[in-house]
């Protein structure tokens, strides 16, 4: 499912990585970004993993619409499954030059669920939250900070791709073995099969479809069920 995150007043600026993470910074006034700067369109993954808070894996890997590489960065880095995925995600961002249009994907819940519902009212509240009397800074305050910088820039559509095996595991086929613990071949050989109908390769409509709700002008055009048959077409 996508969901279209967008800042409100947001700031523009514009440069390369190192130049777009000099401005994170806060500064005074605000400026409206129009909908004309939105030149480019991208397709960020956001990856991490993490065995112990003192061994953890972060990556990113960001192309055009079409499919083409545009840049990717990983790195070891200490702490939790969401801060690293985080890392991820700003560091994606943060390496997009001028203003664009973005569909990040990711299997992290913390981080899509906290975009789409949390981050308005964290927004609100400074980043910080009251504990028995006390203001504190909400969980990553440094990383939501940057990320919602980063949607003051460019337009930004999450999406929470999940998978898991549903196809059963495959059981050893049982032979029966002769005395001494030799199988025997006692059939003749079989006939080599024909070899069956080459599989196409699956082509650019699901990228198409992730890509589909984040144009930059007008509504998001209806979307339909990806069929299987979709994505093995060309």
């Known amino acids: 499912m996508l ?22 910074s806060p500064r005074e006034g605000n400026v409206e ?8 369109e991208y397709l960020l993954v956001c990856e991490a993993r993490s065995t112990t808070l003192m061994d953890g ?19 070891n880095e200490v702490g939790d499954l969401n801060r690293l995925t985080l890392l991820a995600a700003v560091r994606g961002l943060e390496s997009i030059e001028g203003a664009s249009t973005v569909t990040l994907i990711s299997n992290n819940r913390y981080l899509i669920r906290s975009l789409t519902d949390s981050l308005p009212r964290w927004r609100e509240n400074n980043f910080v939250w009251e504990h028995f009397g006390r ?16 949607l ?21 086929v049982e032979t029966p073995d002769s005395a001494d613990g030799v199988q025997l071949r006692v ?3 079989h006939a080599t099969a024909a070899p069956g109908p080459r ?18 002008s007008g509504s998001a055009p209806a979307r339909r069920r990806i069929r299987t048959a979709d994505l093995l077409d060309s």
């Not at 599989?199 to 930059?216: E, F, M, T, V």
């Open 199 to 216: 599989i196409k390769p699956p082509n650019d409509r699901l990228r198409q479809w992730l890509l589909g709700g984040g144009a930059s």
């Open 3 to 24: 969901q279209s995150i967008d800042a409100t007043s947001p700031h523009v600026v514009h440069g390369t990585v190192k130049g777009v993470a000099k401005e994170m």
């Open 33 to 40: 970004i129009p909908s004309d700067n939105i030149v480019s």
């Open 135 to 150: 203001r504190i800074d909400v969980q990553h305050a440094d990383l939501w900070r940057r990320i919602d910088r980063a």
């Open 57 to 75: 894996f972060w990556q990113f890997s960001l192309e055009t619409a079409g499919g083409e590489p545009v840049f990717s960065a990983q790195d």
């Open 152 to 172: 003051q820039i460019h337009r930004v559509e999450a999406c929470l791709v999940s998978s898991r095996l549903v196809s059963p595991e495959p059981r050893p």
């Open 187 to 189: 059939d003749s050989a």
